[in-house]
């Protein structure tokens, strides 16, 4: 059975920084891109970095130059590292595995900006 666990979510001041990670356990096979999304109160749920099997990645325009998306095959792991933090970055994020039939999504994790 596959499992996607987030985690590094928390409370963070404008400025700071957060390192965000996804763990799937369970055989995925053919992974074609590994996806961070976040949901703000009241918003609906917004691409915010992918990274394909080769390496490639996109982001929203909200967030380049700030957050970086990587991921490690060996450990199963997709990692979203977020730097200078803003109040309107605060959202539950969400890491996504998809296939070329379906996708796998985490439960979320909590990321609080104050200002």
């Known amino acids: 059975q596959v499992q996607l666990v987030d985690s590094g979510g928390g409370l963070v001041q404008a400025g700071g920084s957060l390192r965000l990670s996804c763990v799937h356990s369970g055989s995925i096979f053919s992974i074609n891109t590994m996806d961070w999304y976040r949901q703000a109160p009241g918003k609906q749920r917004e691409l915010v970095a992918a990274i394909t099997s080769g390496g490639s990645t996109n982001y929203a325009d909200s967030v380049k130059g700030r957050f970086t998306i990587s991921r490690d095959n060996a450990k199963n792991t997709v990692y979203l590292q977020m730097n200078s933090l803003k109040p309107e970055d605060t959202a539950v994020y969400y890491c996504?595995?998809?296939?070329?039939?379906?996708?796998?999504w985490g439960q979320g994790t909590q990321v609080t900006v104050s200002s």
């Open positions: 996504k595995v998809a296939t070329k039939f379906r996708a796998y």
